[in-house]
């Protein structure tokens, strides 16, 4: 905390929120970037232990507004919600011509569950969910120690809060079961979904490792996101080993022998890859000794 109030002094503040959540402000362009993220993420995503918003708003001079929970909670607290009512209370939003709303997993639930106070901003939420509550989704069995925490009321239920948004992204891998159902329930007309197919559980970490994370952000802000631009960008996964690893594996369980050669080769004669090229050998009836 030390070390971010030096950082934000001149430009924005430190404010902690209750005993589990903290709210860094710097204020330089008139594009706000809101981002929602864990301490532990900082530590593990960011070489400094930063927001990953600091790093794309330094480059684009936008301001910045990051949300920084102690674990996954969600952000269901009654401080977070007095904070985002005060900056409603202040007309804090209005005084940016853009505002943008990120998040992943339970922080893209909070992206979207909050972009509500400030009606017209764009959302990108990554493998989101809808609510915790046992009426909404009792069939997700990944987050039972949550299911006495309150998703009934302000700010709960994050599909119906991106009534008010202009244009929100959902991402996720329609092959993770509990995803692809919490994706399901975002179903609107202002919302797009972007499935990442074979790209597995972790798509914030995959998508900064190939380096288009930080463009698709970017590309939201100018309201130049469209899937058109989202498949370019997604091109390069073509270089991505858990996506080609993970496409292999799919293709052998299915029995696709041929396609599975046909990926094995290609993958071979691009990148260093010997399990491919193993894998090749084999599926052409060569001998791998």
């Known amino acids: 905390m030390a070390e971010v109030t030096n950082l934000v002094a001149d430009t924005g503040y430190l404010s902690a929120l209750g005993k589990k959540h903290l709210a860094a402000f710097t204020e330089h362009g008139s594009t706000l970037l809101v981002s ?38 969600w952000f269901r607290d009654p401080a977070v919600y007095a904070f985002f009512d005060r900056l409603v209370d202040d007309g804090f939003f209005d005084e940016f011509d853009r505002v943008v709303f990120y998040g992943a997993g339970p922080c893209g639930y909070a992206a979207a569950a909050f ?56 991402l996720y891998d329609p092959r993770q079961t509990e995803d692809a159902m919490h994706a399901a329930l975002f179903t609107a007309p202002n919302v797009t979904k972007l499935r990442l197919r074979h790209m597995g559980g972790t798509l914030q970490t995959e998508l900064l490792g190939m380096g288009i994370l930080f463009d698709l952000v970017e590309a939201l802000a100018d309201g130049q996101l469209t899937p058109l631009r989202f498949a370019r960008l997604y091109r390069v996964r073509r270089e991505n080993r858990t996506y ?33 090229a193993r894998r090749l050998r084999a599926l052409s009836g060569e001998d791998i000794e």
């Open 36 to 73: 929602f993220e864990t301490l532990q993420g900082l530590q593990t995503l960011s070489p400094l232990a930063q927001p990953l918003g600091w790093e794309l708003v330094k480059k684009q001079g936008w301001s910045n507004l990051t949300l920084i929970s102690d674990g996954d909670t």
């Open 244 to 276: 080609l690893r993970r496409l292999l594996q799919f293709l052998e369980a299915e029995d696709r022998d041929v396609l599975a050669q046909l990926l094995c080769s290609n993958v071979a004669t691009r990148m260093r890859a010997p399990r491919f």
């Open 115 to 170: 972009s509500v106070t400030s009606p017209g901003a764009r959302v990108l939420a990554i493998q989101p969910q809808a609510s915790l509550d046992p009426d909404v989704a009792d069939w997700d069995p990944r987050f039972v120690e949550m299911r006495r925490t309150d998703f009934k009321t302000r700010y709960g239920y994050a599909p119906q809060m991106l009534e008010a948004a202009e244009r929100a992204f959902v």
